[in-house]
């Protein structure tokens, strides 16, 4: 079975400066890897995915990923935050042979004006 | 493109009773949809797995006579909380994968449903 990790619970960051959001991932198959955001009461938005191809993944409002395989890593980052990226981010994995995802912890991302 | 909507966003209930979900794809077809309960301040968890015209797959630990999904058509899956308890209250979100190679192996969230059961 596959497992995630995202590194850290809560992340304050000020507004514009960077952010990095960290996703270690388990599996003894190959894997598709995706950055979901939950704004409070509300459901996922779909930031960015990889399934092949470019190990750089841009998405949505700026984000992007880079998937390592050697370090089963797949970290999400932006260059300048707003305050509105204030948010709960979920990294989640899937077998790419399957369709189940499995989500990590999440990570409370607050930005300070 | 890929906008799943759910019905309704919040439903307050007598202990006893029962309450439907409802869960749409808006603007494609979806093979598969999935039944997931976030508790506060965490992850998600996955109840149920379904598919159009076949039975859902629960996981471990979820009892499917209490949690009932229905997957009539390719746009529209219900999930029925029967006999609602104080402790089946909870946030309740789908998702819905299309089979199109665009959107392939992509979940795609529903905005949620509140539940409180009194």
């Known amino acids: 079975a596959q497992s995630v990790t995202q590194l850290d619970s809560q992340v304050p960051v000020f507004e514009e400066a960077p952010v990095e959001l960290r996703c270690n991932y388990s599996s003894s198959v190959s894997v598709y890897l995706f950055w979901y955001v939950q704004y409070p009461n509300q459901g996922l938005q779909l930031l960015l995915k990889y399934l092949s191809g470019s190990t750089l993944v841009k998405g949505i409002n700026g984000f992007e990923a880079e998937f390592n395989k050697s370090q089963t890593s797949f970290h999400l980052r932006k260059p300048s935050v707003h305050i509105s990226d204030t948010a709960e981010y979920f990294c989640?994995?899937?077998?790419?042979?399957?369709?189940?995802?499995?989500f990590g912890g999440g990570t409370r991302v607050l930005v300070k004006p | 493109g890929a906008v799943v909507s759910q019905h309704p966003s919040r439903v307050i209930c007598k202990s006893g009773t029962s309450v439907k979900i409802e869960c749409r794809s808006l603007?494609?077809?979806?093979?598969?949809m999935f039944w997931y309960r976030q508790f506060p301040k965490k992850s998600l968890m996955l109840m149920a797995t379904s598919n159009e015209g076949s039975k859902a797959t629960y996981e471990q630990g979820v009892e499917k006579d209490k949690f009932l999904i229905n997957h009539a058509s390719l746009t529209l899956s219900t999930l029925t909380v029967t006999s609602a308890h104080p402790e089946d209250s909870s946030f309740y979100i789908c998702s819905a994968e299309a089979g199109t190679s665009v959107d392939l192996n992509t979940q795609y969230f529903g905005p949620g449903t509140r539940l409180t059961v009194l």
């Open positions: 603007d494609f077809q979806a093979t598969t």
């Open positions: 989640a994995v899937r077998k790419a042979a399957g369709n189940k995802l499995t």
